[in-house]
């Protein structure tokens, strides 16, 4: 099994709650893949520096300047503070960009209409990812090496050109590349012939992976203002629904667009929860 797991920047931002979930993660068995936001950090960066944070439906219009900020932030300190808090719980993890090893390619968004505005909207230096753009073999790699790859929101266009990502889009593009990468399974271990050294293509094998979306709630609210409001189960016509109630807005809408097409694309199982109840099993489950 592989689990992906992302992280929000408020639990980045929180150097308890880190500590806690960090501990967790470098706990949790098999192999896993962590990526993480900064959102939060990143705002506060911006702030402190005269710029004024600028989002659209909780995702960052990202500029020259912007594009810096966040890099320095999220390819910077958040990433090698959570590598080194892990190498310290003896895990031993990589801090990368989707530029280090090719590992994730990004497509410049083009200006988009976004109806809540009823405008256009030119997100500047932004991507956009899909499965097909994570290199799915490279990290295997890492995996098959007990490596564990930490990858923050900033990727690359292969043209030499850094793009900030949503962060819950690379996690669920990632989790649908592995979900569906076929590895080669050594001959000792195969029981499909006698001959080769590695299976066919046919014989290639999956591994089963799992989505798991940590923030500071313990899972999806019914009423952002009741903590023990947690909607156990979604599926897409509760999802329309809440959506068209309010109960889900902001950075909560491209988390569960993102979490459905992963389902549809091989994932296993995506968990929203409290980063403090990784190991745990409350949270919303995506149906």
Known sequence: MIKVVKIGGNVVDNPSLL???????AAMPGMKVLIHGGGVMASQMQKEMGMVPKMVEGRRVTDDEALKVVTMVYAG??????VALLQAEGCNAIGLTGADGNAI??????????ESLGEEVD??????????????????????????????????????????????????SVAIAMANYRYRTPREVCSRCEECTFCSDDGRLTHVTDLVYCFEKDGVLYDKDDDSSVIPEIDREKFAQLKAEGRVADGMIPKLTNSFKAIDSGV????????????????????
Do not use: Q
């Not at 500590?19 to 993660?25: N, P």
């Not at 300190?77 to 959570?82: H, L, P, V, Y």
């Not at 499965?131 to 030499?160: C, Q, R």
């Open 19 to 25: 500590r806690e979930f960090v501990k967790d993660f």
């Open 77 to 82: 300190w958040c990433n090698k503070n959570i």
């Open 105 to 114: 390619k990004a497509r410049k968004r083009p200006p988009v209409h976004v």
């Open 123 to 172: 997100y500047g230096y932004v991507g956009d990812v899909t499965a097909e753009s994570v290199n799915a073999k490279f990290i295997y790699s890492l995996l098959e090496k007990g490596i564990v790859p930490v990858f923050n929101a900033i990727n690359h266009d292969g043209n030499g050109n850094l793009l900030n990502t949503n962060a819950d889009t690379i996690a669920s």
């Open 268 to 287: 296993a199982k995506v968990i929203i929860k409290h980063a403090r109840n990784l190991l745990g099993t409350t949270g919303t489950t995506l149906i």
